[in-house]
């Protein structure tokens, strides 16, 4: 009989390919090759466009869509997502290119992929569930700012316009454009945005990014427009793998950018997989390895020269629209602009740069789903200012910035919310007859602490318990108390001797069993001066008051 395999190989096994992923595609071929075709078509100027923006050329962006598109299909932890750059990431890559040129870029995804891999190992995964809607949607209205404002030199033909900050270099572009206009360029880019977004509400099904490229690139060859800049010379296939980029010695500069790399395609790539999941049913992602998969995309990407990837959203919802059943349908989508990269790189390079930028353009119109904002907005006003706040956050500071800065604001005014719910109110002696009920009324006070005893508001909600003076005896029911700090246990024993320090005894009631060892580690259940405080229920811890009022010495004597 062999060893049982030790739980770290355990683990590894489960982030790796399965026999049944390769069931699966063989299910329906016909079907995940005719998706993977129509998400090819839509991803080639994508891929293009994502490329040229990160400021590693077109030839990058389709090595991380071969290479990154193929790898991710095989380990990732969805049967659907499509993997290539995104705009979301290029974001991020321009003022990396800036700061460390193309060979620091290739470092940060290499990097970023190992940080990657360690968080599947360590089953990150799980923690994407907890990203708030608000988030998540004040960071796609942020991208697609963004995104938009990086297009604004090449859709106005400004070659000149350069920097880190989006709004700076789109303000220079557009001065440089009112003083020597390229009314091609603009036409080009402006035709290029209306037959994707007019083709898309007439019919979603054909491709019309591919529609308008191929249009737009006729038009500008057919009538000479020396005006608008072609993408220039491709490659004619894949560089060879090589790790010529690498440079230990800035490894303490880059770390801090694979970071944000890392964390930006592990939020975006999980947003991709649970967009995937709601399309469909019976698919359900596995997110650490869908982790796992992303990092080893972006290990081999840079070898091959191409620039940090994701899951892509846009290119996923294709693929699930078209029938995608399977893995191979991504597969297929990589193989198609494989054959692409080989053979129709002199005709790629025709494209021009002002169509891309129209592409991109809108792209980033159609991330913006206007009734998902609104719906977000309305919600709460909590969820407007966080979707607003992230959303300016993308644009004037960092996509990792904005959705760290997003989480904190949710996460305190969820807080603070929470907080509210608690409460401290005074509830009726559990006795039968009125006549017994009005002889100890005043007497023995009975309340009922409600919600969260933690840190957001604990004090807030044992202020009123500090204030009670004509009783002898204060019985607090703690059994819908929904949760407990040490924030909160060391209030109510705050709470609790305060009342002591004026002869008032107190008894504890409902104590559960998963918060009597955050009250027992402060003291909170310390034996107090009058004997035991804590009681099953109210009705004990009432009949426990009685006795002791009626035992003389039990309890100090009840004013006269």
């Not at 060893?3 to 399965?18: C, D, E, I, T």
């Not at 990732?76 to 290029?90: D, E, F, I, R, Y």
């Not at 350069?162 to 270099?169: D, K, Q, S």
Request: charged share 15%; net charge positive.
């Amino acid at each position: 009989m062999s060893a049982p395999a030790a739980p770290g190989a355990a683990r590894v096994r489960s982030l790796l390919p399965s026999r049944a992923d390769l069931t699966a595609m063989g299910r329906s071929p016909r079907r995940d090759l005719l998706a993977g075709l129509t998400v090819a078509i839509v991803a080639l100027p994508l891929a293009l466009g994502f490329g040229v923006s990160s400021g590693l050329g077109a030839e990058a962006g389709l090595a991380t869509a071969v290479v990154a598109g193929a790898l991710a299909a095989v380990f990732g932890g969805s049967h659907l997502q499509v993997s290539g750059p995104t705009g979301a990431m290029t974001v991020v890559l321009v003022p990396i290119v800036a700061a460390h040129g193309a060979g620091g870029v290739l470092m940060v995804g290499l990097l970023a992929g190992l940080l990657l891999v360690a968080l599947a190992l360590a089953r990150a995964g799980r923690w994407m569930s907890y990203v708030p809607a608000s988030v998540v949607e004040g960071f796609t209205l942020g991208i697609a700012c963004v995104i938009a404002l990086q297009q604004v030199p090449g859709a106005l033909g400004v070659a000149d316009a350069e920097g880190e900050r989006v709004l700076a270099v789109a303000w220079h572009a557009v001065g440089s454009f009112v003083r020597d206009p390229n009314v091609t360029a603009v036409s080009l880019a402006a035709g290029v945005v209306a037959v994707m977004l007019a083709g898309a509400r007439w019919r979603p099904s054909l491709p019309f990014s591919i529609i308008a490229v191929v249009a737009a690139t006729l038009v500008a060859e057919v009538f000479h427009l020396d005006a608008a800049a072609p993408i220039g010379d491709l490659p004619a296939g894949l560089p060879v793998p090589s790790l010529g980029f690498l440079d230990l010695g800035a490894l303490g500069a880059l770390l801090p950018s694979a970071v944000a790399v890392a964390a930006l395609a592990a939020l975006e790539s999980l947003l991709s997989a649970r967009v995937a999941d709601g399309m469909t049913t019976g698919q359900r992602h596995d997110p650490d390895r869908e982790l796992f998969g992303q990092g080893v995309a972006n290990i081999a990407a840079p070898l091959f020269g191409g620039v940090p990837a994701t899951g892509a959203i846009a290119r996923t919802a294709v693929n699930v629209r078209t029938g995608a059943a399977s893995r191979l349908a991504a597969l297929t989508h990589a193989a198609v602009l494989t054959v692409i990269v080989f053979a129709a790189a002199p005709l790629v390079s025709r494209i021009p740069l002002a169509v891309l930028a129209g592409v991109l353009v809108a792209t980033a119109i159609r991330m913006v789903h206007v009734a998902s904002l609104r719906a977000t907005a309305r919600a709460t006003r909590a969820d407007a200012v966080v979707l607003v706040l992230t959303a300016l956050a993308t644009v004037v500071l960092d996509l990792v910035y904005a959705v760290i800065l997003g989480l904190l604001v949710a996460g305190v005014l969820a807080l603070r919310a929470v907080a509210r719910h608690g409460n401290v109110a005074r509830v009726e002696l559990p006795v039968a007859r009125e006549e017994e009920r009005t002889r100890w009324d005043g007497r023995i006070l009975a309340y009922r602490v409600e919600g969260p005893l933690f840190f957001a508001g604990a004090h807030r909600l044992l202020r009123e318990l500090s204030e009670v003076t004509d009783a002898r005896v204060v019985i607090l029911c703690l059994a819908r108390v929904s949760a407990v700090d040490a924030t909160g246990a060391l209030a109510l024993k705050d709470a609790v001797r305060a009342l002591e320090r004026r002869d008032i005894a107190v008894l504890l009631s409902g104590v559960r069993p998963e918060q009597r060892q955050a009250l027992r580690a402060v003291g909170a259940l310390a034996p107090p001066p009058f004997g035991p405080r804590e009681c099953a229920t109210t009705a004990e811890a009432f009949a426990a008051a009685r006795a002791r009022w009626e035992r003389p010495g039990a309890v100090p004597a009840p004013p006269a």
